[in-house]
Each structure stands twice: as structure tokens, then as C-alpha cells.
T-cell receptor, first 115, second 116 residues
Framework: AQTVTQSQPEMSVQEAETVTLSCTYD???????LFWYKQPPSRQMILVIR??????QNATENRFSVNFQKAAKSFSLKISDSQLGDAAMYFC????????????FGAGTRLTVKP | SQTIHQWPATLVQPVGSPLSLECTVE??????LYWYRQAAGRGLQLLFY??????ISSEVPQNLSASRPQDRQFILSSKKLLLSDSGFYLC???????????????FGPGTRLTVL
């Protein structure tokens, strides 16, 4: 079974600083996708970034980037130049490439941004 | 562009009453559709998914059922709600392998259900 672990229930960062959220996963698959979703107080889940396991290059989306370590099964999210609007719950998710319906989510990390 | 709608946004229901939550997707055809539940302070649990009209797969045995009467409509129902059905219900869609974000699930705004 695939499981996703987010070991940091809560994190805080000063505005304009950088923060890294951790995620590890367990799988026997060789090809899969990894995602980070943001859930602000409105509760809508918003895709932040997506990584394909067969791509060695780490994905980036503006201030958001990942450190994907396939051998270590680690997928951390780095937020640079943190903004007040980044405050939210962040969920790491895993999905096997050939099973679109087997999405697994971590328990989430609550990020607080201090002005 | 694609959009996903859910209603109602908030619902308070007594134990034993029926439930119907609706989700519709615009701007895409033949999407995969999903219902998730999120308990307070927890991650997401997949309840149902559908790959086409009338095709429903259940992930968790429970008091709920799902239906897909039209290509872009997904309904979550219950005949008699339980206290444990309280939570935040999210609908999501995905389309296999299209574009740079193919196979990604996109979520609706959610419905907060409180069963009293």
C-alpha cells in the first residue's frame, strides 16, 4: 500500500523568508505523480505544484519549488519570499501513474506566516 | 477553461434525514469525477469515483451513495444521515493524459455538512 507522511503538523515562517515543508511516501511503483495542494481558510483545495516521478528535474512554479529525491522517497516543498496569502494547510499527495483513481493524501501541514 | 461547482456550500441536517450534494463540471467532456470527505483537521478520504455516466466505484463501505446521471454531474446521497457523516465534502475532476496537467485532480469549493 502507498502511504504519504507529512511529519510537520504545523510550521511558521516570517514574511519574505523561506520555508520548507516535508513529505515522504512509500510505494513499490516506479512511475507515479506527486502533488502539493494548498487549502486556505476557504477550504478549497488548490494545486500548487506537480512532479512526475520519471522526470529528474525538480518542478517549479514561481515562488514554489520542490526537492524530489526518488531514492529516498522524499518530496519537500520550498516556499520562497513567503507572503501572508501563503498561510494555509498544505497537503502532499501521491498517485500511481496508471491508476488515476488511487490518490493518497498526507495529513497536512498548517503553515502560519508572521508579518 | 474548466470550472467545477458544488452546492450547497453549507448544510446543517438532523440525524436520520436524507442528503443530496451536487457537483457539476464545465468546460471539459468525459471527466473522471471524485467525491472526497475531509474530517476536521484531517486529510482527504476518497469515497467514490466515476469514469463515466452510470459508472460508480465505492472506496469505503458507508452510509453514502453516489450517482452520475449526466457526463458532468456527480451526486452524493444518503437516505439517513448519521452523526459520523459530518465533515467537509469535496468533489474533484480529472481528465486522463491531456495537456501538461493531465491526470491532475482539480477540486471544487466543497460543502460543509453538519449532522446534529
Amino acid at each position: 500500500a502507498q502511504t504519504v507522511t507529512q511529519s510537520q503538523p504545523e510550521m511558521s515562517v516570517q514574511e519574505a523568508e523561506t520555508v520548507t515543508l516535508s513529505c515522504t511516501y512509500d510505494t513499490s511503483e516506479s512511475d507515479y505523480y506527486l502533488f502539493w495542494y494548498k487549502q486556505p481558510p476557504s477550504r478549497q483545495m488548490i494545486l500548487v505544484i506537480r512532479q512526475e516521478a520519471y522526470k529528474q528535474q525538480n518542478a517549479t512554479e514561481n515562488r514554489f519549488s520542490v526537492n524530489f529525491q526518488k531514492a529516498a522517497k522524499s518530496f519537500s516543498l520550498k516556499i520562497s519570499d513567503s507572503q501572508l496569502g501563503d498561510a494555509a494547510m498544505y497537503f502532499c499527495a501521491y498517485r500511481p501513474k496508471y491508476n488515476n483513481n488511487d490518490m493518497r493524501f498526507g495529513a497536512g501541514t498548517r503553515l502560519t506566516v508572521k508579518p | 477553461s474548466q470550472t467545477i461547482h458544488q452546492w450547497p456550500a453549507t448544510l446543517v441536517q438532523p440525524v436520520g434525514s436524507p442528503l443530496s450534494l451536487e457537483c457539476t463540471v464545465e468546460g471539459t467532456s468525459n471527466p473522471n469525477l471524485y467525491w472526497y470527505r475531509q474530517a476536521a483537521g484531517r486529510g482527504l478520504q476518497l469515497l467514490f469515483y466515476s469514469v463515466g455516466i452510470g459508472q460508480i466505484s465505492s472506496e469505503v463501505p458507508q452510509n453514502l451513495s453516489a450517482s452520475r446521471p449526466q457526463d458532468r454531474q456527480f451526486i452524493l446521497s444518503s437516505k439517513k444521515l448519521l452523526l459520523s457523516d459530518s465533515g467537509f465534502y469535496l468533489c474533484a475532476w480529472s481528465v486522463l493524459g491531456r495537456g501538461p496537467k493531465g491526470d491532475t485532480q482539480y477540486f471544487g469549493p466543497g460543502t460543509r455538512l453538519t449532522v446534529l
